[in-house]
């Protein structure tokens, strides 16, 4: 019957959704302002958390940008480039995800008006483009270095950067303490910088101060078979073999298969397989090891035998505290036990078993390479030491940045406010429109003073312009200043140790901007109907409410059939 | 069903379902329309100033780009006449690697000026006469207006490159083409082969890091893998190469099989002699002088352990393209079984290393000194889609090259060629005497699309441009195209902006063929799709 009708042209596939045009482009800003305000209230020191519940069932208290943002499994396509640059920040830098998407937020929020106006987001882009050169420029003009210290001042300085991260956190009331922990941990990994080499243990129970940090490597003790309370719980300086094998009894091999032609020969083939293992542990122990550690099993045999031998042995280590033991004590892990050679076996000072909370943990300190370290983590809930592990992951990132890169900016939105005074004065020197849209680029940047002040329950409107007032005066002298987060006020935040690492703020305009551009130079969406697997279920579900239709004398069906 | 009628004519012939359309009004226009759409899509797009489109292709993945070819790809277009326009779209793709946005809304100018025409009253065969007849007269033109001293160029000299390279990546990432470009530059001169005619394009490859921005991104001589080494040594300088395609392991066998043990000495030298045998292959590896081997499958536990023992490092590339680049990049030959190497079966890299960029840890293998064949180049950028549109703006680029490559010739970008195009062959189409006359008229109008698009998409007044564009070119200066930086005419030798003739001369004429197979279809059969209709549960519950 279609051929009777006038045929429609189709250009596209049927269910495809198309949407174009000044509408389209105002509608993704305001998805992204959306996505913008749900992280909006978690910056700064008294931010607030967010509370989210998954379709899984479980709970996250984080405050962290980059944390919430890939929570929030957001659909819309054009906020998913705002999900996209927190990520970015957070593995580039780690730290400063709310910051980036704050800003693209506010970055767009601002380009708003203009497009309503009809101003070509060509212009606006090409602005903005200049406007993030000019203001990258002027963060590297600002950044003062800390190179060239001596190990002790640099110590205290990485300390200020990571103290200014984790005062934003959950335990922003415990910075100073843990800062110098992560400090420490940081330093302790030296310049082969990898970062799974500072491990994070977790244990529920005690209070945050009784965190502490291993110069070497912990781990929770593994599960154990008979035999295991009578080895030795401490050495001092003792060798360590880690494995790679079973020691366990087992078959050789799964494809091998035995046949007897001679019964008696059955108790030899028994024999043998007792030999095979006791020849294994009997070489682990003529190695010299005092410590066997392995990734897979230790039986009972194997355990009862180091006993007896005054051996400490743990199976089922995971990889990762295997690969970070064999970092630390200088060891390699083995496949075999066959001609195991002194240089394999990894040493430490003091191994000891310790009580931590109710958990018991393998320590081992005092490392030769020393290229590891780990933060036990104790508190109340396990949000809680979620949380504060993420808080942790951040304020090491900041560390290992500023450690590479060395230059440092004032914090407290004190840099914000001076490039957005930099670049009001430099748009006054532009003609034509692109001298509107530096201006509210600029106006832009304020959002994270505002916001500090915001979350913080000040006046926001009065913060800035005390800092305002400030940051122009022409001696230049008020350049350092930002918010007092603690009377709500202004003070200079770098005579105060509010300290970031340049590369995070640099890195959070590029992709702000970047994000923001991108947005913008969008002016048409076209979305595809999913493919046949993906549209199953909708087709299953359309489908039910078909045959509901139906019941009712099958009306409306007789249109779909072609 | 109720319309339901005795068939007739064709209707009887064919089977019940199919769908048929003829005639002006129900065939020719409709296609027009349906092409018209298409290049109304891309058409925004067009030129540096273009705007993006985001699409959302069936697998819901988010695409955000200005490349047209993306775009028509990614749409799934289904009207059979817009597929045509697709299609020329591809083939400028395949052929030259840019351009393809001009074709497709070339062509839908050129049909929708034909449109006009149509519903003046010309038949379609006069106006395929008169577009073939505009092309072949375009060609003409073209080669006159083909710069000077251009034909001869120095492939391995970077500004000339640059220069010729700039408007196709400029088009894909405006203001960033001072960046892109003498990187993208450096990369391909790198792998020139002495003949540049053999350049291949693969050869140049993108490494996308997600993270940093654009003032990041670098050019590597050698390859960047996105993967750890599996050992521990993660650093080596100098070393020969052994590359083992199927893995490196205690071999086994295809066939099931079981092995037979029958005494006790048997079982407990079984493990010893496998150990043994894996020990005696790696230090056949070791003794010819490899430091690193390369290893196409899985690397077994055991091996690793001996590979260690021998501070040998232990790569692995699990995809055979992959593994075969890394080959070509380190001259080895990739050896099918763990055996010890000749001599001349190991490749050799100035230095292997792992190194953490933006939170990823990536082996970079590098090969400084001469004979090398890869060059990688890598890109940072805040999101995927940039890092995608940006890998796209490579593409572009390296695909100019190659195009530069075997014809180097250049004619003056910025519409300057277009609207000299346009004049001349308005002229000529005085001379002509048929009705054809009306279309080379209108097919030289098309032209003007171009500068119109251009200078809309970056917010200027189209018409205005358009006329000092054509006031200029009467004065002879025939160099004169738009700098869409400022928003005014200026003689493209002082922008500096070139296009390749070549992505010119086949865009020109995929868009013109294009268009005159669209016109010459009258009737539109449309079998009945196979597999019958759509499951409808409800269909035998309507009998009441």
């Known amino acids: 019957m279609t051929t009777m009708l006038q045929p429609q042209i189709i250009l596209l596939k049927e269910g495809t959704d198309t949407s174009q045009g000044k509408a389209q482009l105002v509608s993704n800003i305001n998805a992204c302002t959306v996505v913008a305000d749900a992280v909006r209230t978690t910056l700064g020191p008294r931010g607030m958390d967010k509370l989210i519940h998954d379709d899984k069932g479980n709970t996250t208290i984080s405050n962290d940008g980059a944390t919430i943002m890939k929570l929030l499994d957001i659909v819309h396509p054009a906020s998913k480039v705002l999900v996209d640059i927190a990520k970015s920040q957070d593995s580039e830098v780690g730290d400063g995800t709310t910051t980036v998407v704050l800003l693209a937020g506010e970055f767009l929020k601002e380009a708003k008006p203009f497009i309503e106006d009809g101003v070509h987001p060509q212009n606006l882009i090409r602005s903005y483009r200049t406007a993030s050169y000019l203001a990258i420029n002027r963060i590297k003009e600002l950044a003062v270095s800390i190179e060239g210290k001596s190990l002790e001042e640099k110590k205290g300085l990485l300390a200020k950067c990571a103290a200014t991260t984790l005062s934003s956190k959950l335990i922003g009331g415990e910075k100073e303490f843990f800062a110098s922990m992560v400090v420490d941990a940081v330093i302790a990994i030296g310049n082969d910088d990898r970062l799974n080499l500072i491990g994070i243990k977790k244990v529920p129970g005690g209070n945050m101060r009784d965190s502490f940090l291993v110069n070497g490597v912990a781990f929770k003790k593994t599960f154990s078979y008979a035999g295991f309370e009578q080895q030795p719980k401490k050495f001092l300086s003792p060798k360590i073999l880690l494995l790679n094998i079973e020691l366990e009894l087992k078959s050789e091999k799964e494809n091998a298969e035995i046949r007897l032609s001679d019964p008696l020969q059955y108790q030899s083939i028994v024999d043998a397989e007792w030999n095979i293992i006791y020849d294994k542990l009997d070489k682990c122990v003529q190695s010299g090891a005092k410590i066997v550690l392995s990734r897979l099993a230790i039986g009972d045999l194997a355990t009862q035998y180091f006993a007896d031998r005054d051996i400490f042995c743990a199976g089922r280590v995971t990889e990762e505290d295997l690969q970070r033991v064999a970092a630390a004590t200088g060891g390699t892990v083995q496949t075999t036990v066959n001609n195991i050679v002194d240089e394999v076996l990894g040493s430490c000072e003091v191994f000891e078993e310790k009580q931590v909370g109710n958990e018991r943990f393998n320590i081992f300190s005092g490392c030769p390479s020393a290229l590891t370290a780990t933060i036990v983590l104790r508190g109340g809930a396990d949000q809680f030491i979620e949380e504060a592990e993420r808080s942790l992951h951040d304020a090491i990132m900041i560390v290992r940045r500023a450690l590479k890169n060395s230059t440092v900016v004032a914090g407290g939105g004190a840099i914000d406010m001076e490039i957005s005074r930099y670049l009001r004065q430099h748009a006054r020197t532009i003609a034509g429109k692109s001298q509107l849209f530096i201006n509210s680029y600029a106006k832009a940047l304020e959002v994270i003073p505002r916001q500090l002040s915001d979350n913080a329950g000040f006046d926001a409107t009065d913060v800035l312009n005390k800092l305002r007032q400030k940051h122009a005066l022409p001696s230049g002298e008020g350049a350092l200043y930002g918010v007092d987060i603690n009377t709500g006020g202004i003070l200079d935040s770098f005579a105060n140790f509010v300290w970031e690492p340049s590369v995070v703020k640099i890195n959070a305009i590029n992709a702000a901007t970047e994000a923001a551009c991108l947005i913008l130079s969008v002016d048409e969406t076209v979305k595809n109907p999913k493919s046949e697997s993906a549209q199953g279920e909708a087709a299953a579900s359309a489908m039910g409410r078909g045959r509901g239709g139906a019941a009712f004398r099958g009306r409306g069906r007789g249109m779909r059939r072609r | ?544």
């Not at chain 2, 988010?62 to 009207?79: C, G, K, P, S």
């Not at chain 2, 006469?129 to 251009?150: F, H, P, Q």
């Not at chain 2, 699309?449 to 564009?469: D, F, Q, R, Y």
Request: negative net charge; charged residues 25%; proline residues 2%.
């Open chain 2, 1 to 544: 069903m109720v319309f339901q009628m005795q068939p007739y004519g064709i209707q009887s012939m064919l089977k019940e379902g199919h769908r048929h359309l003829s005639g002006l009004d129900e065939a020719v226009l409709k296609n027009i329309d349906a092409c018209k759409q298409l290049s109304v899509i891309t058409r925004t797009s067009l030129g540096p100033n273009g705007m993006n489109k985001m699409v959302i292709n069936h697998l819901d993945k988010l695409f955000i780009t200005n490349d047209a070819a993306t775009i028509v790809n990614e749409l799934e277009v289904q009207h059979p006449a817009a597929k045509i326009l697709v299609l020329a779209g591809k083939a400028q793709q395949e052929e030259i690697g840019d351009g393809a946005n001009l074709t497709i809304s070339f062509a839908g100018e050129l049909l929708e000026n034909a449109e006009e025409l149509i519903r003046m009253g010309l038949h379609p065969s006069e106006i395929i006469s008169g577009y073939t007849k505009g092309i072949d007269k375009t060609v003409e033109i073209l080669n006159e207006l083909v710069e000077s001293g251009s034909e001869n160029m120095d492939v391995r000299n970077k500004d000339e490159v640059i220069l010729r390279m700039r408007a196709a990546v400029a088009s894909k990432q405006f203001g960033l083409e001072d960046i892109l470009c003498p990187l993208i530059a450096e990369a391909c001169i790198q792998v020139c082969p002495k003949n540049p005619a053999n350049f291949n394009v693969d050869n140049v490859r993108v490494a996308k890091l997600l993270g940093g921005g654009l003032h990041n991104c670098s050019v590597l001589r050698g390859l960047v893998l996105k993967s750890d080494v599996v050992g521990s040594i993660k650093q080596i300088e100098k070393a020969k190469i052994a590359v083992f395609a199927g893995g490196v392991d205690t071999s086994a066998t295809e066939t099931k099989g079981t092995v037979l043990i029958q005494s006790a000495e048997q079982l407990e030298n079984y493990a010893k002699t496998e150990e043994a045998k894996v020990e005696e292959l790696i230090k056949a590896v070791a003794d010819s002088g490899a430091k690193v081997i390369v290893s196409g499958a899985a690397v077994g536990e055991m091996a690793l352990h001996f590979c260690e023992r021998y501070k040998i490092m232990v790569l692995k590339i699990s995809s055979k393209f992959e593994l075969r680049r890394f080959c070509r990049t380190t001259g080895a030959v990739a050896l099918l079984k763990l055996s010890q190497p000749n001599p001349d079966e190991l490749g050799y890299a100035y230095s292997i290393s792992v190194e953490e960029i933006g939170g990823v840890r990536v082996t970079i293998v590098k090969n400084e000194e001469g004979g090398n064949t890869v060059a990688t180049v890598v890109l940072r950028g805040s999101t995927d889609s940039i890092l995608d549109d940006l890998e796209r703006a490579v593409d572009d680029g390296v695909n100019t090259y190659k195009a530069m490559c075997r014809d180097s010739r250049i004619v003056p970008g910025a519409a300057a060629t277009e609207i000299e195009l346009a004049r001349k062959l308005k002229e000529f189409s005085f001379k002509e005497t048929g009705l054809d006359q009306y279309a080379i008229a209108k097919f030289a109008e098309s032209f003007e699309m171009v500068p119109k698009t251009l200078a809309e998409n970056a917010g200027l007044n189209a018409m205005e441009i358009i006329s000092s564009l054509y006031a200029e070119h009467a004065a002879g200066n025939t160099k004169v195209g738009i700098d869409l930086q400022e928003g005014v005419c200026k003689d493209v030798s002082t922008t500096n902006v070139w296009d390749l003739y070549v992505t010119k001369f086949f865009a020109l004429k995929y868009a013109a063929d294009a268009a005159c197979t669209v016109l010459r279809v009258d009737q539109i059969i449309m079998a009945k799709q196979a597999g019958g209709p759509k499951r409808d549960p409800a269909a035998g519950m309507d009998e009441d």
